[in-house]
């Protein structure tokens, strides 16, 4: 099992910036894929980033050039740094960890942080 709290989302202008953490009970390198997903009010969640054991990256084509997803293995943490935001990047973010345990598959989420930018 994996526990995931996120922290770092807030209210900010459009044009801002915020930068996410998400901290993970495990270490992150052991995790397969570790990501960044959101859901705006009355939509479903989607993709935002991802990054994996190897340190590969994956956008959703509305993030590219904006979000940038890191990581501090020694911190077990993963990052989405959000820069240039837009109205519609408003929604609740949630971290996600996917990754194989004995076997198993094991998908994780944290319970989110909500992020609105105001035009």
């Known amino acids: 099992q994996v526990q995931l709290v996120e922290s770092g989302g807030g209210l900010v202008q459009a044009g801002g910036s915020l930068r996410l953490s998400c901290v993970a009970s495990?270490?992150?390198?052991?995790?397969?894929?570790m990501g960044w997903y959101c859901q705006a009010p009355g939509k479903q969640r989607e993709l935002v980033a991802t990054?994996?054991?190897?340190?590969?990256?994956n956008y959703a084509d509305s993030v590219k050039g904006r979000f940038t997803i890191s990581r501090d293995i020694a911190k077990n943490t993963v990052y989405l740094q959000m820069n240039s935001l837009k109205p519609e990047d408003t929604a609740v973010y949630y971290c996600?960890?996917?990754?194989?345990?004995?076997?198993?598959?094991?998908?994780?989420w944290g319970k989110g942080t909500s992020v609105t930018v105001s035009s």
């Open positions: 990054i994996t054991s190897g340190g590969s990256t």
């Open positions: 996600n960890a996917q990754t194989v345990v004995g076997g198993d598959f094991l998908n994780a």
């Open positions: 495990r270490n992150i390198f052991t995790i397969n894929v």
